[in-house]
């Protein structure tokens, strides 16, 4: 608590790993590239799994759980896969003070896992779909790493799901992308683009892959989630095949999707600010802390008597009854990113009023002791409000449109994301990634086709294209 | 759900792998040793983690999500640690394409890593006590391996907390205890013993172990969930301190607490049978089926109907409404051990009833339309109760009591728990592992004392002892 922020616009990286030392959301071990997630920080994950978890389960997904590792040769059956992901894989090599006959990898994805568990529990139409999902930890050797951002762990969760038709394959993909967006939007309050990526961008083995980019405070883009459709190339790979109702032998449709807590770097980089973490009050642990000044009777049996109420209504708080002086107190809530905090005093109580506090806008309101409750609820959607109206204002204001490279340049070194009209060739894509050291972020969803030349080499133009930096 | 299962008393080794197979609790993969848990199994792991993580926040636990691996030099800190389980890790030795410097040891626990941290964050008596636990999994490289029982990977919890007395500590283990004792006792119907391990069956490093020992329908014991208290041992290996009340620096106290999904192995083995799983109520993902006999407007109106009420009562529930006949549905919900199962048929219909199928008993029960709820809400308490009661009155008549050797020795064969007195010394308790390949279970927990000669070798006893077979 006693460290001090860097200032946001001063320097973003910094301010960065500031807010998330000083909010003890995390610490380092001898454990290079990995991080220790603090109490307060995996709070913040398990609300997130507890949503997301149910929005899963109401859409008819089941958990499992597959083996942590992959030996070599299951992981070599798909080639794309495997160029992908070889040269950031771990291996173990030995186990039980012995060699082993073969390296298990230390899952990175767990696809070929999935595929081989398929393969025997598939084997007529009536066994699909199969909605599967995993919550687990993966393991990527990163060269440089950043605290929620790129790790060499990483906690998420993927869907494994496999279909009998290549159009509720397609539905499925989207419906996990769809979910996606309306929990970065109704939870997180930030706004997503949603679309497609591009076949150089895709995921390794993928037929297509969908993704939601979140911009951040600096307008650079985080990848916030993906959602892949495999069509049938694993099915084909592992020679997992259904009887159809055609009584005809077919290779299953496949999905995959993905987040992690990649989400809570998101969620700092959008809404927090020069004091401290800030919390949509849907994710936030702790929705608010009461602040009794001095230790009158009145003033903490009032405190008391708000906890009670507030408990009762499922609003999760505590009082701050701590030496620390009031100012400290303020100050750490400020930090820690609770939503709101009550301030209880002498002087108000004689006006039988406490002080609320928003974090996100920092406005004191005075309230009357018997509007404190609904008070506290009105607010709390308020916040959750603004958070979400200040991102999404705050990104429609760095998107940018370019239609000729002309006015394409004039954009590459402002912060955000560049509309563009794309002809579909790789190397224009290519082109930009070498000369403007920005990559492609996705084609709009529900907004695909172009009628304008393509803003980089002028040919006819077949889709629209996002570009930014990226984290 | 073809698979014929072994019967009970027949093989109980074979017919437990049976049930596991037939109501589809996991599958086995390529990765030697592991096993695949799937969703009905899951959902069982699912619900008792729910259970538990409530538990633990109740009484001040926090979650927190350490590395998975472990530099080789900071596992070899605590030396009784290492010697415990050097034998049996798996070693990371490349990542990223590259010979890392230092070997990675997957956990198979995490003390050391719970220990580097707590040395940066503990510096005062305020900061004591870190009551964390965090629920992951760990590696250990077994030889032969059982589905729950026995497996190289392991889903768990491990609770590791930090105190500033010795008193706090020792309260703090014996805490953990009681609530694994409960929830073996309210939710997995399962009575165990509670109590203290010897000194050569405690863990690697620990000062003391306590143990929750229950008892297997074939006699043999199932070590349930640990709690270890630790002293300072660890706190002085890794130099951590604090400055107590009277300003002076001290090792804190730490302990560590655990349990696995070695539950699942044992809620099977106390109470499943011949037909398949028998599950306990209160951890049963689906507490009953319904299943329409014909399709008639009338029974199916009926079913639909039930399951709005049950889904808004929160009882999990499902209508089988499939093709397959009605006797093979009955025989499915036995072996996925539902604990009730509705069957509404015309004939029952006549005379406005349905008929309820207790799993425990197999015992049939017509109910009249209006009064299906209440009875449904009657019977998961009874199956609840007669599980746990039938439990403990079949491991009551298994537990021998033996105060000579002649005694001792006419026990030794028959399944069950053999209570004994004991000098309290290493070699009796080595001379009945060699001899009659037994080992000790634990010093039971509120009755340690024995004024009675050593079983063994008739010296003076000091401590109750129960020596069991153990899986």
Redesign the interface.
């Known amino acids: 608590m006693n460290e001090k922020i860097t200032k946001r616009d001063e320097d973003f990286a910094l301010w960065y790993t500031d807010i998330i030392k000083a909010a003890d959301l995390i ?1 380092y ?3 290079k590239g ?6 307060y920080g ?2 913040i ?2 609300n997130m799994v507890s949503v997301l978890d149910k929005m899963f389960k109401d859409t008819g997904h ?10 070599e ?2 992981f070599n059956i798909e080639k794309e896969h495997v160029e992908g992901f ?12 012995e060699k082993l006959e073969e ?2 990898i ?1 899952r990175p994805t767990s696809e070929v ?1 999935f595929c ?2 398929y393969k ?2 598939i084997n007529s139409y009536r066994d699909l779909p199969l909605l ?1 999902n995993q919550w ?2 993966i ?1 990527r ?3 440089t790493t950043r605290p929620f951002l790129r790790s ?2 990483i ?1 998420w969760q993927e869907g494994h799901t496999m279909h009998s038709s290549e159009k509720e394959a397609r539905e499925e993909t989207l419906r996990m992308l769809k979910i996606y967006e309306t929990f970065q939007k109704e939870y997180l309050a930030t706004p997503v683009l949603t679309g497609l990526k591009t076949n150089k961008e895709k995921f390794a083995g993928a037929e297509e892959t969908y993704t939601i980019e979140a911009m951040m405070y600096d307008g650079i883009a985080l990848q916030n989630g993906t959602s892949h459709y495999f069509g049938q190339g694993f099915s084909k790979a592992f020679d997992i095949k259904f009887l159809n109702k055609e009584n005809k032998q077919e290779y299953p449709y496949q999905t995959s999707w993905g987040v992690t807590t990649r989400m809570i770097g998101g969620l700092i980089m959008v809404h927090s600010d020069d004091l401290g973490l800030v919390l949509p009050p849907k994710i936030a642990p702790i929705k608010l802390v009461i602040i009794p000044i001095g230790d009158s009777k009145e003033v903490l049996d009032l405190a008391n008597d708000l906890k009670v109420k507030l408990d009762e209504k499922n609003i999760t708080n505590y009082i701050d009854n701590t030496d620390k002086s009031p100012g400290f107190k303020f100050a750490e809530a400020e930090v820690k990113g609770y939503p709101l905090r009550i301030e209880i005093g002498p002087r108000d109580l004689k006006e039988d009023c406490v002080t609320i506090v928003r974090r996100d806008t920092l406005e004191k309101i005075k309230v009357k002791k018997e509007d404190i409750i609904p008070e506290v609820e009105k607010l709390l959607i308020s916040v959750q409000d603004n958070l979400y109206n200040s991102a999404l204002k705050r990104r429609d204001e760095m998107i940018y449109e370019a239609y000729t490279l002309e006015e394409f340049e004039n954009l590459v070194n402002k912060p955000g994301f560049i509309l563009t009209s794309w002809c579909g060739e790789e190397t224009c894509e290519e082109n930009v990634r070498e000369k403007y050291n920005l990559k492609s972020r996705c084609i709009p969803l529900n907004d695909k086709e172009s009628n304008k030349p393509c803003t980089i080499c002028k040919r006819e133009g077949k889709y629209k294209l996002y570009y930014g930096k990226q984290y």
């Open positions: 610490d071990s001898s454990v990995s991080m220790i997630i603090r109490p995996y709070a994950w398990e089941v958990n499992v759980q597959m083996p942590m590792f992959i030996p040769s299951l070889a040269p950031e894989v771990a291996l173990v090599t030995h186990g039980g003070s390296p298990y230390v896992l081989e568990h025997k529990i599967y687990c930890t393991v050797w990163e060269k060499r762990e906690l």
